[in-house]
């Protein structure tokens, strides 16, 4: 008993961290890997997080929808300091939600 209290005593004294689990004895990696039959490991728990998008971005897609929205608002529009300020916000407006309507995972 006093050998494991100095070993915690020397490691909190050194700023190091000693798990629960070295203490006891029992292996880390048992917990987290199994052997097969094979002899290699498998871990008991996989990911479950995906690293590429379901539906990736496209580019061009939201350039068409920008070219659009910007042809629509500003075809025939001369400039007005007030007019033009109302018409930028209801056409990023616009934009924003015609791209979240393409569903994009990221």
Known sequence: MSKSWSIL???VRSKTYIS???LTGI???SLYF????????TPRYQ???RLEACK???SEVVDMILIDVMQDYLADLKY???VCMQICQRMSEEVRDKICREFYDR
């Open 47 to 49: 990911n479950t997080y």
């Open 34 to 41: 199994r052997i097969d039959k094979s002899g290699f490991k």
């Open 27 to 29: 292996p880390k990696s």
């Open 20 to 22: 629960s689990l070295s």
């Open 80 to 82: 007005q300091s007030q």
């Open 56 to 58: 990736p971005f496209k």
């Open 9 to 11: 005593s020397r490691a």
